[in-house]
């Protein structure tokens, strides 16, 4: 079945850093990867999405690439700030059942940045 | 921008009850999902549900979990007799036709079994 491995963390920055986390991802068809991030005590909020190879998503700084050769979607930010603490998953959504393809998540990596 | 509404926030209940959780998607939604999150843990898919019935199902949605969509607003999750090991944030999600578009979540609800 479809899979997500991401780095688990915790993963802790300076300000201004530069932000890795890795995501590779196992699945049959063309699925569509997602980040999304989960801020303390709030619910999940995309962040961004990809839906075909070498598609780049990117949203409020953050950017992640869509590589099939690679079955990668690792998230990059130039300069992180403080305001990022979160937890960060990774997901996909295959492409066999429709609108009822459900979501698969990676275990979440913990990010905090420290001013 | 549209919402996904999850009541209560927060559910203390005594082991053995049976709790309701409650979600109003948002309007133009054809599918719609439960996720739980224990502490710390994985997002973990429940159920799917779309036109009235389960479309899928996970090991972990056992006899003591349904799902239904009585009035085609609210949808919720029902877990007739608690255990300790059900306390987890609860998240109602929905989403469209479209294959490339992530699906939008509620803020969750908490669920503490005691």
């Known amino acids: 079945g479809n899979s997500v491995t991401q780095m688990e963390g915790p993963v802790t920055l300076s300000e201004e850093a530069f932000l890795t986390i890795n995501c590779t991802y196992t699945?049959?068809?063309?699925?569509?990867l997602f980040w999304y991030v989960q801020y303390p005590g709030e619910g999940l909020q995309l962040l961004l999405k990809?839906?075909?190879?070498?598609d780049k998503g990117s949203n409020k700084g953050f950017e992640a690439t869509y590589r099939k050769e690679t079955t990668s979607f690792h998230l990059e930010k130039g300069s992180v700030q403080v305001s990022d603490s979160a937890v960060y998953f990774c997901?996909?959504?295959?492409?066999?059942?429709?609108?009822?393809?459900?979501?698969?998540f990676g275990k979440g990596t913990k990010l905090t940045v420290n001013p | 921008e549209p919402e996904v509404t999850q009541t209560p926030s927060h559910q203390v209940t005594q082991m053995g009850q049976e709790v309701i959780l409650r979600c109003v998607p948002i309007s133009n939604h054809l599918y719609f999902y439960w996720y739980r999150q224990i502490l710390g843990q994985k997002v973990e898919f429940l159920v799917s549900?779309?036109?009235?019935?389960?479309?899928?199902k996970s090991e972990i949605f056992d006899d003591q979990f349904s799902v239904e969509r009585p009035d085609g607003s609210n949808f919720t999750l029902k877990i007739r007799s608690t255990k300790l090991e059900d306390s987890a944030m609860y998240f109602c999600a929905g989403g469209t036709d479209e294959m490339g578009k992530g699906y939008t979540f509620g803020s969750g609800t908490r669920l503490t079994v005691v």
């Open positions: 699945a049959t068809g063309y699925p569509s």
């Open positions: 997901a996909l959504r295959g492409s066999f059942q429709g609108g009822s393809e459900k979501l698969v």
């Open positions: 990809a839906t075909k190879a070498d």
């Open positions: 549900f779309y036109n009235n019935e389960i479309s899928e």
